[in-house]
Structure formats: structure tokens, C-alpha cells
């Protein structure tokens, strides 16, 4: 057996070629008698038909042929591809399948890649989609920013300065800086020094009540504003030199105007509402002015330029004041605050609310600059003091809105006129009212102003009516305009008046 079995693994070895057809055979079995190979197709035939092994013919039964087990998917490379022709065929097989392979791998490159530009699509929108909610969530911090003062105002907290304190780096008010109240102080203590050294004296060159019954227009400025809507509803003058006033209209324009020589210098446009207030800021060349579109804007006068557009109240404008260190400005809101602003730099430092949320329609600095009154839409008229912003005072004689207040230059007094048809005077040192002025049935108020020397007080209303300061006497009553006088202001030493009016005119009287 062992014999047998080597036999047969030589044959093997030597050639797995058929004895038979001396080709290689498809399934090769080995003789157990001889160890011949053959293809069993054949051999089979051949036992079937002699019943022997063909190479030696001794006696061989079926059951002696022994399968050999190949690998059934290597194919038997043929002897005659050895040759030439052969070689030229596996080198072109081998190519083919290069040619194919390179070809599945372009497929998988060109997927790949699609794949990668849809990656980064993706990211590129996701970046695109952060971006679009980053600014969205700033859009609503502003939102909550600017929103916050009014839930506190309309909580009824008069007192938020704590709340906005915090909110500091959110762009609220934080209070007057350290060094603009050194500069009020010194400033104050200046003007109560200067006003104490001029004592009551009545200046040299002052019109007298017998001059001023005798004024008449004589000079008048047409049509400054527009027709639709008309009107100019205020009117400040410049107190360097006198020679320029600045108005205010219904048509939201700020209007310069020029005395001598007579010109328009300068027509600001930018608000988108009523204007129910400028006022000249001495010495700078900057113009104020307070409207119904919630702004108050600070201009330039050479040109016209808007310099800061103040949108820290909520409601409309009603009231700005220049303080007499001619840095800051006061401004008042039917929202029912108040604001401490800084002109140059058009920062806020203080925003204070009516204690009783009521809205505030007129609004002036002492001429010292360290208190200012602020008249309300219901009548009281409180005084402020500014370092603290504490109430000092109320005064509620008046039995409807505050139109117009003007503290007198002796530092003392206030006159004030509402919508209940009087002026009134109030003494600051007393704080009570020390004169009630009634004006006649179906008269309208718009205007108080008294002079720089304390001796007169002009009423711009229906008519522009002047009163002497001690007996709160009228002097004299102008009816020129045509309609509703709307502002007035005195030239120097009382020497001329200056108005504005709904008939859309500026008009000069005196002697
Ligand atoms: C496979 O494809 C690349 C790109 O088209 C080509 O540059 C390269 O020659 C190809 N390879 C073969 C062997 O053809
Ligand atoms: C008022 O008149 C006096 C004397 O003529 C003059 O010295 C003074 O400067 C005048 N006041 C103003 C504000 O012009
Ligand atoms: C003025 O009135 C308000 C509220 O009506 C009050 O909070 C404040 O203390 C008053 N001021 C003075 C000085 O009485």
C-alpha cells in the first residue's frame, strides 16, 4: 500500500497528463494499479470495454480509480501560451484589466469627489445658517436692550437707576461722569457769583415800558418753511451777537436764518416729524432741536449737517435746553423721561423718569445749571436737581399740560404757561406760586420767555402780549401775525422782540 501510494504521487508529480488522450484532463483520476493518470471520462470507457489499466493491462475495476482534488477555479495554463503568441496574449489580458481596473478607480474618484462637494456644500450652508442666527441673536439683544427701560417705566418704577446701572454694558445712561460734574459745579458756582455781583441793577441800556408800547414789526421774514404742512412752531435766537434765529416747523425742517446781511444760512433737513423745539447753543455754532419723530438732533450751522441724532426716548420730543456750560443738553419726552446728554459726543448720562409716569411737554435749565424744571402733561411742574437727579420740589397749580416755562436770569423765578390759560410765577426760594396770570376766554398759549435783564416777559399765544417783570403788568400786545403766535425771544436790552408763528413768518419788533 505505502508502494502503491508513492507510485502514485510520482505519476503525479511527473505529469497530471492523461494517459489516454495525452491531454490535460478536466477530472483526473489515478490508477491504484499502475498510478497512471487519466481523464475519467475516458478511463471509465476504457474499463467499461477491457476491464484493465491501460498502461500495464493488469485487471482494474472502477472502484480502484482514485480521484485527484485540484482546485477547481485555477485553470491549467496551456503549454502553448509559453510560447510567443502566448506571451503577447497575457500581455494584452494584463493590460485589459489595467485598462479596466484605472477605469473603476476614474469611477471612484469622480464619486468621491461628488461626495465631497455635497460635504462641502453643506458646511458651507451650516456656516452660512450660524452666521444668520449669530446676527439674529445680536438683533435681539439690541431689541431687549432698548426695550428694558420701558418695562421698567411702565412697571411704574420712577427709580431705575440701579437696573441701569447693571444694563451698563448694554448702553444705557450709567450717570454723569465724575468730570462733567466738576464742570457743572464750577460752572455753577461762576454764574451764582457773577449773578450775585450784579445784584437787581437794571442794565444802562435797557428799552424802556414806554419804548416797548411802542413796538411795531419792522422787519418780517416770509414763508421760511413749507406750506404743507405750514407753519413754524418755535423759534430760538442766538445770543452772541443776535443776528441769527433758528426755527422750527411742522414741516420737520430746522431753518438759520440771518439777520444782517439777510440770508437762509442754513436749512437742516432729517426729521420726520413736527418740531416742537430748538434752541441755539452759544458760542458753538450748533443748533438743537426736539420733534414728534422721538429724536432730538444736534446740527451743525455751517452747513446744515446733522453732528448726533439722540434716539434714547420712546415717545415724542417735546422740550431740549442748552445747559449754561453750553456742553449738554436737556431733553424731556411724552414717554414721561428726561435726558442728560452730552452734545459733542452725543452720549446720554442720565435718563430719569416722572415719578408719576406722566408725560413731559416742557423742560428747562436753570440758568445756574444745577437744577432744571420739567412741566408735565397733567400740570405739575417738578424741579430736578441734576447731580443726584432728586425731586426738589413740586408745583402743581396748574390745571393742564405745561406749554412753555422760562426761569428768570435773578435766579429766583420761573414762569411757566399751560394749557389752562395761565402763566404763572413761581418763587423758588418760597416754591409757591407768587402770581397767576389768566389769559382771556378762548386765548391759546404756546410760549413764556422772559428777558435777559429779568424786567420783561413775553407771551407768545394768540398774540404775542409783553409783561413787566415786578407787577406782572402788560406793557404791550403785538397782533401783526396772522396766525397763532408760536415762540418769542428778546433781542439784547429788550431792544427788540423776535416771533414765530403758524402764518409762516419770523417777524422783528421794535421801535
Ligand atoms: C489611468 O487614468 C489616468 C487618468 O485618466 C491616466 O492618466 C493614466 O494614464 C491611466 N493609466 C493607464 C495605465 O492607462
Ligand atoms: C445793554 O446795554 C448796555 C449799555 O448800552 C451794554 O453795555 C450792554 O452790553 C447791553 N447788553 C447786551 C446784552 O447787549
Ligand atoms: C414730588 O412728587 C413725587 C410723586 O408725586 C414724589 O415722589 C416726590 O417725592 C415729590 N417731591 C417732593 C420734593 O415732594
Same mark, same amino acid.
Given at each position: 500500500?505505502?508502494?502503491?501510494?508513492?507510485?502514485?504521487?510520482?505519476?503525479v508529480?511527473?505529469s497530471?497528463?492523461?494517459?489516454?488522450?495525452?491531454?490535460?484532463?478536466e477530472?483526473?483520476?489515478?490508477?491504484?494499479i499502475?498510478?497512471g493518470?487519466?481523464?475519467r471520462r475516458?478511463?471509465?470507457?476504457?474499463?467499461?470495454?477491457y476491464?484493465?489499466?491501460?498502461?500495464?493491462?493488469?485487471?482494474?475495476?472502477k472502484e480502484?480509480l482514485?480521484a485527484?482534488?485540484?482546485?477547481k477555479?485555477?485553470?491549467?495554463?496551456?503549454?502553448p501560451?509559453?510560447?510567443?503568441?502566448?506571451?503577447?496574449k497575457?500581455?494584452?489580458?494584463?493590460?485589459?484589466s489595467?485598462?479596466?481596473?484605472?477605469h473603476?478607480?476614474?469611477q471612484q474618484?469622480?464619486?468621491?469627489?461628488?461626495?465631497?462637494?455635497?460635504?462641502l456644500y453643506?458646511?458651507?450652508?451650516?456656516?452660512?445658517?450660524?452666521a444668520?442666527l449669530?446676527?439674529?441673536?445680536a438683533?435681539?439683544?439690541e431689541a431687549l436692550?432698548?426695550?428694558?427701560?420701558?418695562?421698567?417705566?411702565?412697571?411704574g418704577?420712577g427709580?431705575?437707576r440701579e437696573?441701569?446701572?447693571e444694563d451698563?454694558?448694554?448702553?444705557?445712561?450709567?450717570?454723569?461722569?465724575?468730570?462733567?460734574?466738576?464742570?457743572?459745579?464750577?460752572?455753577n458756582e461762576?454764574?451764582?457769583?457773577?449773578?450775585?455781583?450784579?445784584g437787581?441793577a437794571?442794565?444802562?441800556?435797557l428799552?424802556t415800558?414806554?419804548q416797548i408800547?411802542g413796538?411795531?414789526v419792522t422787519h418780517?421774514?416770509?414763508?421760511?418753511?413749507?406750506?404743507?404742512?405750514?407753519?413754524?412752531?418755535?423759534i430760538?435766537?442766538?445770543?452772541?451777537?443776535?443776528?441769527q434765529?433758528?426755527?422750527?416747523?411742522?414741516?420737520?425742517?430746522?431753518?438759520?436764518h440771518?439777520?444782517?446781511p439777510e440770508n437762509?444760512?442754513?436749512?437742516?433737513k432729517?426729521?420726520t416729524?413736527?418740531?416742537?423745539?430748538?434752541?441755539f447753543?452759544?458760542?458753538?455754532?450748533?443748533?438743537?432741536s426736539a420733534?414728534?419723530?422721538?429724536?432730538?438732533?444736534?446740527?451743525?450751522?455751517?452747513?446744515?449737517?446733522?453732528?448726533?441724532t439722540?434716539?434714547i426716548?420712546?415717545?415724542?420730543?417735546?422740550?431740549?435746553?442748552v445747559h449754561?456750560?453750553?456742553?449738554?443738553?436737556?431733553s424731556?419726552?411724552l414717554d414721561?423721561t428726561w435726558?442728560?446728554?452730552d452734545?459733542?459726543?452725543?452720549?446720554?448720562?442720565?435718563?430719569?423718569?416722572?415719578?408719576?409716569?406722566?408725560?413731559?411737554?416742557?423742560?428747562?435749565?436753570?440758568?445756574?445749571?444745577?437744577?432744571?424744571? #420739567? &412741566? %408735565?402733561s397733567?400740570?405739575?411742574? !417738578?424741579?430736578? *436737581?441734576?447731580?443726584q437727579?432728586?425731586s426738589?420740589?413740586n408745583? +402743581?397749580?396748574?390745571?393742564d399740560?405745561?406749554?412753555g416755562?422760562s426761569f428768570?436770569?435773578?435766579?429766583y423765578?420761573?414762569?411757566?404757561a399751560?394749557k389752562?390759560?395761565?402763566?404763572?410765577?413761581?418763587d423758588l426760594?418760597?416754591?409757591?406760586t407768587?402770581?397767576?396770570?389768566?389769559m382771556?376766554d378762548?386765548?391759546?398759549?404756546n410760549d413764556?420767555v422772559?428777558?435777559?435783564?429779568?424786567?420783561?416777559?413775553a407771551? #407768545? &399765544? %394768540?398774540?404775542?402780549?409783553?409783561? !413787566?417783570?415786578k *407787577?406782572?403788568?402788560e406793557?404791550?400786545?403785538l397782533?401783526?401775525? +396772522?396766525a397763532?403766535?408760536t415762540?418769542v425771544?428778546?433781542?439784547?436790552n429788550a431792544?427788540?422782540?423776535?416771533?414765530?408763528?403758524?402764518?409762516?413768518?419770523?417777524k422783528?419788533?421794535?421801535?
Amino acid at each position: 500500500m505505502r508502494r502503491r501510494l508513492h507510485l502514485i504521487w510520482t505519476s503525479v508529480k511527473m505529469s497530471l497528463i492523461c494517459g489516454l488522450s495525452g491531454e490535460v484532463p478536466e477530472d483526473p483520476v489515478v490508477s491504484s494499479i499502475s498510478g497512471g493518470v487519466y481523464e475519467r471520462r475516458l478511463i471509465e470507457k476504457y474499463v467499461d470495454e477491457y476491464g484493465t489499466d491501460p498502461n500495464n493491462g493488469e485487471a482494474l475495476a472502477k472502484e480502484q480509480l482514485i480521484a485527484i482534488k485540484a482546485p477547481k477555479f485555477v485553470k491549467p495554463k496551456l503549454a502553448p501560451l509559453a510560447g510567443v503568441p502566448g506571451l503577447l496574449k497575457t500581455l494584452q489580458d494584463e493590460w485589459d484589466s489595467v485598462m479596466l481596473y484605472n477605469h473603476t478607480l476614474k469611477q471612484q474618484l469622480q464619486s468621491t469627489r461628488q461626495e465631497l462637494s455635497h460635504a462641502l456644500y453643506q458646511h458651507d450652508a451650516a456656516c452660512r445658517v450660524i452666521a444668520r442666527l449669530q446676527k439674529e441673536l445680536a438683533a435681539a439683544r439690541e431689541a431687549l436692550a432698548t426695550l428694558k427701560p420701558q418695562i421698567v417705566m411702565s412697571n411704574g418704577g420712577g427709580d431705575h437707576r440701579e437696573s441701569m446701572a447693571e444694563d451698563g454694558d448694554i448702553g444705557q445712561p450709567m450717570g454723569i461722569p465724575e468730570p462733567v460734574l466738576k464742570k457743572i459745579v464750577t460752572r455753577n458756582e461762576q454764574l451764582t457769583a457773577e449773578r450775585k455781583q450784579r445784584g437787581k441793577a437794571v442794565p444802562e441800556g435797557l428799552a424802556t415800558v414806554d419804548q416797548i408800547k411802542g413796538y411795531h414789526v419792522t422787519h418780517s421774514i416770509p414763508s421760511l418753511h413749507k406750506t404743507t404742512p405750514g407753519g413754524i412752531t418755535c423759534i430760538d435766537i442766538q445770543t452772541g451777537d443776535y443776528k441769527q434765529v433758528v426755527t422750527g416747523g411742522n414741516d420737520g425742517m430746522v431753518v438759520v436764518h440771518q439777520r444782517d446781511p439777510e440770508n437762509v444760512v442754513a436749512s437742516c433737513k432729517g426729521h420726520t416729524g413736527k418740531i416742537n423745539r430748538v434752541a441755539f447753543v452759544p458760542t458753538k455754532n450748533v443748533v438743537l432741536s426736539a420733534s414728534d419723530d422721538k429724536t432730538f438732533r444736534a446740527w451743525n450751522v455751517e452747513d446744515g449737517k446733522c453732528l448726533h441724532t439722540f434716539g434714547i426716548h420712546r415717545g415724542a420730543v417735546k422740550a431740549v435746553s442748552v445747559h449754561p456750560a453750553w456742553d449738554y443738553v436737556l431733553s424731556a419726552s411724552l414717554d414721561s423721561t428726561w435726558a442728560f446728554s452730552d452734545i459733542a459726543t452725543g452720549r446720554t448720562y442720565r435718563l430719569e423718569s416722572d415719578p408719576d409716569n406722566l408725560g413731559i411737554t416742557a423742560a428747562q435749565f436753570h440758568p445756574d445749571g444745577m437744577i432744571l424744571a #420739567a &412741566g %408735565t402733561s397733567r400740570g405739575i411742574i !417738578r424741579i430736578w *436737581e441734576i447731580r443726584q437727579a432728586e425731586s426738589a420740589a413740586n408745583f +402743581t397749580d396748574h390745571l393742564d399740560e405745561v406749554v412753555g416755562m422760562s426761569f428768570s436770569e435773578n435766579g429766583y423765578h420761573l414762569v411757566s404757561a399751560s394749557k389752562d390759560n395761565t402763566v404763572q410765577v413761581w418763587d423758588l426760594r418760597k416754591l409757591k406760586t407768587i402770581k397767576t396770570i389768566t389769559m382771556p376766554d378762548n386765548y391759546k398759549i404756546n410760549d413764556v420767555v422772559v428777558d435777559q435783564s429779568a424786567t420783561y416777559m413775553a407771551v #407768545a &399765544g %394768540t398774540d404775542l402780549k409783553v409783561y !413787566r417783570c415786578k *407787577e406782572w403788568s402788560e406793557v404791550v400786545t403785538l397782533k401783526e401775525h +396772522t396766525a397763532d403766535v408760536t415762540g418769542v425771544r428778546f433781542g439784547p436790552n429788550a431792544s427788540f422782540l423776535v416771533s414765530s408763528s403758524l402764518d409762516r413768518s419770523v417777524k422783528y419788533f421794535s421801535e
